[in-house]
Nanobody, 124 residues
Framework: QVQLVESGGGVVQTGDSLKLSCVAS????????VAWFRQAPGKDREFVAA????????NYAASVKGRFTISRDNSENTAYLQMNSLKPEDTAVYYC?????????????????WGQGTRVTVSE
């Protein structure tokens, strides 16, 4: 069973950039669709971005489109979320999720493997 571990979170200022990583272990990542979700304090978990296992299809939430980029390196069993022009409203715990043979779903219900999350705090 594939397991996911996120890293790269931290405390940054408005306008800064961060790159999150999601490393898969316990099996090949190559056939999994991968997504990033986030959950801010007191709010529901929300979709951020997703990518197909073929790299060819991506999906973004309107709130991050043009600022965030999802990518993956199957040879490294790793997915990434490049976050630019960060805003205080991007503050949240960011989770990586995966679905074998899946497509880049926007719903968290479609993903059956989750990481433990990495915290991102954007100060004014």
């Amino acid at each position: 069973q594939v397991q996911l571990v996120e890293s790269g979170g931290g405390v940054v200022q408005t306008g800064d950039s961060l790159k999150l990583s999601c490393v898969a272990s316990g099996g090949s990542f190559a056939t999994y669709a991968v997504a990033w979700f986030r959950q801010a304090p007191g709010k529901d978990r929300e979709f951020v971005a997703a990518i197909s296992f073929t790299h060819t299809v991506t999906n973004y939430a309107a709130s991050v489109k043009g600022r965030f980029t999802i990518s993956r390196d199957n040879s490294e069993n790793t997915a990434y979320l490049q976050m630019n022009s960060l805003k205080p409203e991007d503050t949240a715990v960011y989770y990586c999720a995966a679905k074998d043979r899946g497509v880049p779903y926007r719903s968290s219900l479609e993903y059956d493997i989750w990481g433990q999350g990495t915290r991102v705090t954007v100060s004014e």
